[in-house]
Every structure is written in structure tokens, then in C-alpha cells.
């Protein structure tokens, strides 16, 4: 009975056109699929998902504002400056698209809408499906403990935590632990207090949407998710890791260069530190010279991703000298973007030196890759003190992009016999994190949860 009710129905998504939330959101989107709900994809043109990779889904594209020159750029450019741009530009074009879908429903008589899940940091997404009488359901693609420190992040930032002295570095927030006051202004970033009006009204309009999605086990965070149900007060799922589901079809914005594959074939198990930092964190030339000099210095294979934009101000080959180009290639691999979730998954790699990006830490954990953290900002500052503090399984580099530092964390993870105890602990986690997408998991009884909450809109 459910099922039929089910075919017939369907749901709307919107990501934000950031890798890191369109790959969690065509994840929902299969996820879903699986359980009967037909999907549609509304986009924006810049960062445009590739339709041809989900046959299964309706792509809608709408007008974001942008110049030929921007979309052109796309992932290459800096997404976060153009989010502000986009979110004031395509409310209109959004409410019209999202307007004739409902009507094209109308008119079938066969078909209805259940709801619009969008991203979190859309801002006007609340009002307009208010306007046109459609429940909103908000995804929130990093952790729980991030989103529910949103109504309080302007406080902390004015309470004269700000700036911080040595002394003081190493002590816990306690409004927000385990983030420690030193993570404090990277938390922040360049936005300072131009994020406070965003943060009120992300807080404010998912308190009047139909409920959070998260990206999310109780595993990782039982007590968080009760907290934010008390918070924003609507009901909360947890379903995530979303990718553990199905096998990736890609929602890649960059060309994934699959010669890594072979190339990691042809390596010792669990012997290469796989390096990267996601889609939106950028390092200095400087940065660029000493990760290269700490890895090639370490005597490790590795594979690299240098994404195009991720050296500031360069084309980043031209920095190294030929003595360290050579001996980089006689170690390791560099590719432009990787199949991420492929490597992770691979017996060769034994370590993963990253930015904590929500997604890169859930993946690492469910392939039980134990980490080496240089977070970026935002919410990757969080996510990394619990992968070195709480949890246990990798190494924080405290912000220091130094060869030294590198050349020890990748020595200690790989070869020492601390990396081995990481490795044990991140065995445990990863088994833990498993049992939540299984059969009676905490994960896979949410999704029941959620498709009921959904019928029920
Ligand atoms: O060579 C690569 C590198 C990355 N990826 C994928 O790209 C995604 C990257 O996502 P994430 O690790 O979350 O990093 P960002 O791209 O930086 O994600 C943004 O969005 C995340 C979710 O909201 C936040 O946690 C981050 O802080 C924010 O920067 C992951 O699925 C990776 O598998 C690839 O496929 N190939």
C-alpha cells in the first residue's frame, strides 16, 4: 500500500553548487529513488551537476546572476565569494522554476510533490516554498555539532575569545568543545562578522521547515542530534554516511583522472598517503613548496590532487625545481582530481592527509583510513578535532604547513608504530560507522523514519 502510494510521489532538490554538497544531495537523491520517490534536480548554471551521469533524475536549470566569465570559471574559481552573489540572484528564478513544476503536478493528476530538500545555506528557499504552499525539509551536510552551534557562533565570536595568545591556544571553547580557542579565527575565516545576518536566518528559517536531514550517524554523534532536534525543534534524521549506500555514480564538477588506479596497483598495501583538500580550500606558493618538499622528504609513496585554483596566484608546476619535480615523480603521483571514494577504497592507501571537508572525513572513516588534519576552516576546524581528539584516528598538524611537520606526521602515520595504534582505533570507528548503514542500523531505520515523515507532509 505504501509503496503504491509512493510511485506517484515526488521530491524536489536543490543543492547549494559546491562540490562537497552536490555530491551528499545526488546521494539523497538515490537514496530516495530507491525508496519509490521520482526527483527532480533543480540547479543553478554555475557548478551545473552533469545530468548525463544520473539518467534516472529530471535536471531543471536556473539563471544565477553570474557572468559568462564566472560559470566559465566554475569549481575553479572561489565558490565562497560567488554563494553570496548567487543567493541574492536566484530567488526569482528559483521560485518561478519551482512554481511550474508545481503546476505541470497540478495538472497530471497522477503525480504530486511532497517537498522541496534544499541545501541550508540557501537562504531564501523557507519563504518561497511557504509562498507556494510546499513543505521544505533542510539538508545539512556537515556535522550536527557544526549546524547547532549556528544560533550561538556570533556570540562566541564577540565574548573576546579574539585574538588568542599562546598561552591560551590550547584551551578548549567551552560554548563549542572540542574546538580549542587557536581554531577559533579560521572558524571565522575573512567573514568575520558579515556571517552573522546568514547565520540568522539559516537558524531562523530551518526552524520553520518540515525537518533536518543529516549527513549523520548516531554513531558519531548520538548526543548532537537529540540537541538539535531540541534547538531548531523539528524533527531530525540521521541517514548518513549517504555514499555507503550505493556505488558512486559520479557527480564530479572536475575530469577525475583515473590513471591513478593503475598506478596505486602497482603499490605495497596500506604504504601511500593519499593528499588532498577538497574542492574550495586554496594554500600559498609557499604552502604549495613545503607540502611537496615534507612529502617528497618523507620518503613515502603518495598521490597528490593539485586541483586547478588550489596554489593562490600560480600555475603551480613552474614552482618546483627540477631536482624536486624529479624526485616527487619517482615517489608519487600528482593528478589534477581523483575518483576519491575508488582511492580511499584501495589497499594501497594507508593514510590521508586532508582538510576534514565533512565528506573527505565520512569517507575516510568507512574505508578505516586513518588521517593527517589540515583543516581550511569553517566547519573542517571542528571536524578535525574530533578525528585527532575525540576519536582518536589521525594527527593534527595545528595549522603548520611546514615540510618538517609534514615529513614527521606522514612518517608517524605510515611507518611508526603509533600510525599502527591509529590504524586499530580507526578499524573500531570504521566498524561502528558500518553497522549504522546496515540492515537495523540506526541510519537505515531513519531513512524508514524519513520516508514516513515525508508521505505524511
Ligand atoms: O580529487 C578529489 C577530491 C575530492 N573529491 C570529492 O569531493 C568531495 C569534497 O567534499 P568535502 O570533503 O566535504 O570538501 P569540500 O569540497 O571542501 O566541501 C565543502 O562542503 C563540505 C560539506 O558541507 C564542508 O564540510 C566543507 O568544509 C566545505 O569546504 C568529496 O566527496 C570527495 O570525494 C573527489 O571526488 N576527488
Not at 528559483?94 to 497522477?110: G, I, M, P, T
Request: hydrophobic fraction near 40%; charged fraction near 20%; include cysteine.
Amino acid at each position: 500500500m505504501e509503496e503504491e502510494k509512493r510511485n506517484g510521489l515526488r521530491v524536489i532538490l536543490f543543492p547549494l553548487p559546491l562540490q562537497g554538497c552536490i555530491n551528499p544531495m545526488l546521494q539523497l537523491a538515490n537514496i530516495l529513488h530507491s525508496r519509490g520517490f521520482s526527483i527532480t534536480v533543480i540547479h543553478t548554471r554555475f557548478n551545473a551537476p552533469k545530468a548525463s551521469s544520473h539518467p534516472l533524475f529530471t535536471f531543471l536549470q536556473i539563471q544565477d546572476g553570474l557572468s559568462e566569465a564566472q560559470i566559465k570559471d566554475g569549481p575553479t574559481s572561489n565558490v565562497m565569494s560567488l554563494l553570496a552573489q548567487i543567493n541574492l540572484n536566484a530567488e526569482s528564478p528559483f521560485r518561478d522554476c519551482l512554481n511550474k513544476v508545481l503546476l505541470e503536478s497540478k495538472e497530471s493528476s497522477s503525480e504530486k510533490v511532497s517537498c522541496l530538500i534544499d541545501d541550508c545555506g540557501w537562504l531564501f528557499t523557507q519563504t518561497v516554498s511557504e509562498s507556494l504552499n510546499l513543505p521544505r525539509m533542510v539538508l545539512c551536510t556537515f556535522k550536527a555539532t557544526f549546524f547547532n552551534a549556528y544560533p550561538t557562533l556570533p556570540l562566541i565570536r564577540t565574548k573576546g575569545y579574539l585574538p588568542v595568545s599562546d598561552s591560551e591556544a590550547e584551551d578548549s571553547v567551552i560554548e563549542f568543545p572540542p574546538l580549542q580557542k587557536r581554531d577559533l579565527s579560521k572558524v571565522f575565516g575573512e567573514f568575520g562578522e558579515k556571517l552573522d545576518p546568514f547565520l540568522h536566518v539559516v537558524v531562523e528559517t530551518t526552524m520553520r521547515s518540515s525537518g533536518i536531514i543529516y549527513m549523520s550517524c548516531e554513531e558519531l554523534e548520538k548526543d548532537s542530534l537529540t540537541l538539535s532536534n531540541e534547538i531548531f525543534k523539528v524533527p531530525v534524521f540521521a541517514i548518513g554516511p549517504f555514499h555507503s549506500y550505493f556505488s558512486a555514480s559520479s557527480s564530479s564538477l572536475f575530469t577525475q583522472d583515473e590513471t591513478c588506479i593503475p598506478w596505486l596497483d602497482s603499490q605495497e598495501d596500506k604504504s601511500v598517503i593519499y593528499v588532498s583538500l577538497g574542492s574550495v580550500v586554496n594554500i600559498t606558493e609557499t604552502e604549495f613548496l613545503e607540502i611537496a618538499c615534507g612529502l617528497s622528504n618523507s620518503k613515502q609513496p603518495f598521490l597528490w590532487v593539485v586541483r586547478p585554483g588550489l596554489v593562490l596566484g600560480a600555475k603551480w608546476i613552474e614552482l618546483l625545481s627540477e631536482g624536486l619535480l624529479r624526485s616527487l615523480e619517482e615517489k608519487g603521483k600528482i593528478v589534477k582530481w581523483a575518483p576519491q571514494q575508488e582511492v580511499l577504497a584501495h589497499r594501497a592507501i594507508g593514510g590521508f592527509l586532508t582538510h576534514n571537508g565533512w565528506n573527505s572525513t565520512l569517507e575516510s572513516i568507512c574505508e578505516g583510513v586513518p588521517m593527517i588534519c589540515l583543516p581550511g576552516g569553517w566547519d573542517q576546524m571542528l571536524n578535525s578535532r574530533f578525528v585527532s581528539d575525540v576519536w582518536n584516528v589521525g594527527i593534527h598538524l595545528e595549522g603548520r604547513i611546514d615540510k618538517k611537520e609534514i615529513e614527521k606526521a606522514v612518517r608517524m602515520l605510515m611507518v611508526e608504530s603509533e600510525g599502527e595504534k591509529i590504524r586499530e582505533r580507526m578499524k573500531v570507528l570504521k566498524d561502528e560507522v558500518e553497522r549504522s548503514v546496515k540492515q537495523g542500523g540506526s541510519s537505515f531505520l531513519s531513512i524508514e523514519t524519513l520516508v514516513n515523515h515525508i508521505l505524511l507532509l
